[in-house]
């Protein structure tokens, strides 16, 4: 992106004043060369949603900000219902409430390190990955709408993990406010097999180390000593969440002349929220969060069975599951008021400060946990909310790495067999169906994952707490 | 990059623009034909035809390279797709949603393709088999059809051409 289109407000910061038919200003929060990085599609884009009714303060871009769909990936706006405030299909996302789980393990490298390969192969056995895997479960009508309502906290009456990891979940693992009914029956087809199976794309699943500890205090709170082995779940809603994006996208596209929205591009696709078509969206899209939670909960009962089959005295605990393809009811504070705001997140992790009430309340006195997934050759952080993100973006921060070639060019330029044999030589073992996925999510498709956990914390989005690096990767 | 999109799509002057770049390219062969484009984190899918029909089918094979080898996939199974939108550009979305349904619902891939059009109506058929991981390895599933790249026009060459980004 051409830096001379945009104001620099301060380091970390650029702006853009409202012209045309924006409503509000866009800001961009990244260092002067992630910018540059990015493509001229994020300011169109930011620009866009800077003109969709009832947004509040202004369009946010992450530093990890991509061109996405009618919304920036890495894209955060907020929007008030009484102003006419709008929620948007783009603006979550066809992977609603995709997300990071992190585990503790009680394991340090060392304990890890002389049964790699069989935790490997453990892993790549009990977790379905890839396309065409299904999982243990096959859902009745019934148990997929008890499943849409409950979310993990389903999965954990169902057996697959305890209260302690739904305390560790946001939303305590239920969205509340999901519709079942709101989900159409090709929805429920999609995922009527799905639950439990990590999916393909970006998705992963890593038992990394952590080989930095930046945050000492912030550290001891989360659980997180240098050395110790933990496990990140990148997965989303599968087939469910998909669908519902989908149908929605298409709808609101037919629908939103009839709300008299005038769209600057078909994708930002909207509704009223306070309309039968923007509830009937909120409601499904509740669903899938619960999907994605209870699919997450699945997910780590599989991890302790696959550690369980090879160190037995691992004991699996979760420190936090973040969502980062959402909107979310919030209260935030605008000009001295509090508001209740509808904030969507693309590609953005929200990052509540210390004392936050959502915060689980052990970990209140020190912020949120904020989980930052990297690639498989490099490294992923775990970050922690601040007091000062909430002036900064409504609460947000980034999400990853962040693409930075295509998928076409990567196949080009990587061989997947290749590629598992070189992070095999450095330590890090792939199990994965599909040589060409691996190399279409090779860690030289993606931006320095550093560099931009770096800008949000200089932009004081939040604070870098522990880098974290891959053993093993389990890829769809 | 020979099929960056730098434009507005939702701009009918822009769109003008990026369908003469795109002939520049394909009209070298001038039969029907598929391709992808590139899309910052996903990816973008291309069917090229002499009637708005072959350029669907076209881009129905697109979508499915994405995942694998076309070539590779057996006829096996046949599934019936009727569909009807507000226009043309729509219904594309809605015949790839269509596939990425199947796919999804039912571990299908697909290989070939018949298409009838009439008055922004689709009526097609699908022929493909259940996903054999071993012998398709199966890249990447798809999660849906989009908006962006959304486009079904003729090219100055007069061929029709129907394309998307897909969400991956």
């Given at each position: 992106m051409d830096t001379k289109s945009l104001q620099r407000v301060s380091g970390d910061e650029w702006r853009i004043e409202p012209h045309?038919?924006?409503l509000v200003p866009a800001v961009i929060y990244a260092t002067e060369d992630l910018v540059r990085e990015m493509d001229e599609k994020v300011r169109e884009q930011i620009v866009n949603v800077a003109c969709?009714?009832?947004?509040?303060?202004a369009a946010y871009a992450m530093p990890d900000a991509h061109w996405g769909?009618?919304?920036?990936?890495g894209g955060v706006a907020a929007f008030d219902p009484g102003r006419g405030g709008v929620v948007s299909a783009g603006g979550v996302g066809?992977?609603?409430?995709c997300g990071v789980r992190t585990l503790l393990t009680g394991l340090t490298a060392e304990d890890v390190e002389a049964v790699k390969p069989l935790l490997a192969d453990s892993l790549y056995r009990h977790i379905p990955a890839g396309v065409g895997s299904r999982g243990l479960l096959d859902l009745s009508d019934a148990e997929l709408d008890e499943m849409l309502e409950g979310g993990a906290q389903w999965a954990v009456r169902r057996g697959y993990g305890t209260d302690a990891d739904l305390s560790r979940t946001e939303e305590k693992g239920r969205m509340i406010?999901?519709?079942?009914?709101?989900?159409s029956e090709f929805a429920k087809d999609r995922q009527r097999r799905e639950m439990g199976t990590l999916g393909s794309g970006n998705h992963y699943l890593e038992v990394q180390h952590v080989t930095?500890?930046?945050d000492h205090p912030a550290a001891e709170a989360f659980g997180i000593h240098l050395n110790d082995i933990v496990v990140s779940i990148h997965c989303g809603s599968r087939g469910l969440g998909h669908q519902i994006g989908t149908e929605f996208l298409r709808e609101m596209v037919v629908e939103a002349k009839n709300y008299g929205i005038d769209l600057?591009?078909?994708?930002l696709a909207c509704a009223p929220i306070e309309s039968p078509l923007g509830e009937k969206y909120l409601g499904a899209m509740r669903a899938a969060i619960n999907c994605a939670l209870a699919n997450r909960q699945i997910i780590t009962h599989l991890v302790r069975q696959a550690f369980a089959a090879v160190i037995p005295r691992a004991e699996l605990t979760v420190l936090y599951d973040v969502s980062h393809n959402t909107c979310k009811v919030e209260e935030h504070r605008i000009d001295g008021h509090t508001k209740r705001l509808f904030v969507h997140r693309k590609g953005a992790t929200r990052a509540f400060g210390p004392n936050?009430?959502?915060?689980?309340e052990a970990l209140r006195a020190i912020g949120q946990p904020v989980l930052i997934g990297g690639t498989m050759g490099t490294a992923s952080y775990i970050l922690v909310g601040t007091a000062e993100s909430e002036g900064r973006a409504f609460s947000s921060s980034c999400h990853g790495a962040?693409?930075?070639?295509?998928r076409t060019q990567a196949t080009k330029r990587w061989r997947g067999r290749e590629l598992m044999d070189d992070l095999a030589e450095r330590g890090i073992l792939i199990r994965s169906p599909s040589p060409r996925g691996v190399a279409e999510e090779?860690?030289?498709?993606?931006?320095?994952v550093s560099a931009v956990v770096e800008a949000s914390e200089k932009a004081g989005l939040s604070r870098r707490v522990a880098r974290l690096e891959p053993l093993i990767c389990i890829k769809g | 990059m020979l099929w960056a999109f730098r434009s507005n799509l939702s701009q009918m002057a822009d769109k003008k623009r990026e369908m003469a770049a795109c002939v520049r390219v394909c009209?070298?062969?001038?039969?029907p034909r598929w391709e992808h484009f590139q899309h910052g984190a996903d990816i973008g899918i291309r069917g090229v035809g002499p009637t708005k029909e072959e350029a669907f089918r076209q881009a129905a094979m697109a979508l499915s390279a994405v995942i694998t080898?076309?070539?590779?996939?057996?006829?096996e199974r046949e599934v019936i797709v009727e569909r009807e939108a507000p226009d043309d550009e729509i219904l594309l979305m809605d015949w790839l949603n269509a596939l990425i349904y199947e796919m999804s619902a039912n571990q299908l891939l697909f290989g070939s393709f018949e298409v009838r059009m009439a008055n922004h109506r689709l009526d097609a058929r699908a022929w493909g088999e259940k996903v054999d991981v071993r012998r398709h390895e199966p890249a990447v599933e798809v999660k849906g059809a989009t908006c962006t790249g959304l486009s079904v026009a003729r090219n100055d060459d007069g061929e029709w051409v129907a394309q998307c980004v897909v969400d991956v």
């Open positions: 045309g038919k924006m969709l009714p009832g947004i509040e303060k769909y009618g919304f920036p990936i066809f992977d609603i409430s406010g999901a519709r079942p009914e709101a989900v930095e500890i930046f600057p591009d078909r994708e936050h009430p959502a915060v689980p962040g693409r930075q070639m295509s090779a860690p030289g498709a993606y931006k320095d | 009209s070298r062969m001038n039969e080898d076309p070539a590779g996939i057996a006829s």
